[in-house]
């Protein structure tokens, strides 16, 4: 099923934070439990963010009882600000937000009636567009992966973290239902565990070899020479082509050019933000300090240890071999090719 979807005036997103172990589902009409869902990673990845998000949007259009349009935009904007502060770093979030607002300032001028219709129709186009934008990153992303490769990856990208098919991981999924022999070392990811929890359970669910390891392995495989290539999700790309994506993705980036092995990322052109020079202005998101200082409900540490959280980090594009979007191979110097993707 979906990880993001709409039934009957509800949105429904598969709870991440409760598997491997239990697979539910959260079904709301409520804008601040869709908020919260986001903050507290129920609803994770830039994808599927972005499309929670739209969704959200719509349900704030139908629930508003404006009597003229600049109270019912007021009320989208109170939406928007609602959700815009969740999580800062994602830019799809930001993305699908903006883009909602401009879509009902225009059914609004052309005079429209029925906007909440609208709402709902678009950000249903949003979610179907997605899963069409994921399937060409696993089609060209396929086209990297030689028959045989073990690939290294970090956190979870693939069909929970957008509404379908996911990112980094399409490409490899797609290649193994191709035939293709290969091998996936997914890190365990902390503090959150995305990689252990949620990588681990799709690439068993899909019947892709996989070995889990602890995020201080990597390096000691790659010096063994265990590791062809390294693929990764982000969650945002700067005009430069610095990304930023889930903390330890830098120091990975770091390991894998030290031993000659290729890092490709793999994200659709939603998350490149050309108004961003480099990833020195993406903003970081810190956490809670207790997602780092207890794994589930086990405390690991005392409670009062000192920490420091961070969310995510930034990988300069010197250390990125290639990006991949639904347009195509982005390869250096990026800017310059985003321009080209952008103006197909």
């Not at 899909?206 to 969650?235: C, E, H, N």
């Amino acid at each position: 099923m979906r990880t993001v979807s709409w039934n009957d005036g509800r949105v429904v997103l598969v709870d991440q934070t409760r598997l491997p172990q239990r697979f539910d589902l959260i079904e709301t009409d409520d804008l601040e439990r869709i908020a919260l869902a986001i903050r507290r990673l129920e609803v994770r990845g830039a994808p599927a963010i972005g499309v929670t998000a739209a969704y959200a949007m719509a349900l704030a259009a139908l629930q508003s009882r404006a009597k003229d349009a600049e109270e019912i935009l007021a009320d989208l904007e109170r939406a928007r600000a609602l959700l815009a502060a969740t999580r800062p770093t994602a830019t799809n979030l930001f993305w699908a937000l903006d883009h909602m607002m401009a879509f009902a300032n225009e059914q609004i001028a052309a005079g429209m009636e029925d906007l909440p219709e609208a709402m709902l129709a678009e950000a249903q186009r949003m979610a179907n567009d997605d899963v069409a934008v994921n399937r060409r990153l696993a089609e060209i992303g396929a086209e990297l992966i030689p028959d045989g490769a073990r690939i290294q990856t970090h956190c979870n990208c693939g069909p929970l973290c957008a509404v379908d098919l996911g990112t980094a991981m399409a490409p490899v999924i797609y290649a193994h239902q191709q035939g293709k022999k290969v091998h996936v070392f997914t890190d365990e990811t902390r503090p959150r565990l995305q990689g252990a929890k949620l990588n681990a359970w799709e690439l068993a669910r899909a019947g892709v070899p996989y070995t889990l390891i602890t995020d201080s392995t990597a390096g000691w495989l790659m010096r063994r020479k265990m590791v062809d290539m390294v693929m990764i999700g982000v969650d945002r790309v700067a005009a430069n082509g610095d990304t930023a994506a889930k903390i330890g993705v830098y120091g990975l980036a770091v390991l894998a050019h030290h031993h000659g092995i290729p890092l490709y990322a793999v994200s659709p052109t939603s998350t490149i933000d050309m108004a961003i020079e480099s990833g020195a202005q993406i903003p970081i998101e810190e956490r809670d300090p207790d997602e780092v200082r207890r794994v589930n409900d086990t405390w690991i540490t005392m409670p009062d240890a000192n920490v420091l959280n961070y969310a995510f980090d930034v990988t300069p594009n010197e250390l990125i071999t290639a990006i991949v979007t639904e347009f195509g191979i982005a390869r250096p110097p990026y800017r310059q090719a985003f321009r080209s993707l952008f103006n197909r």
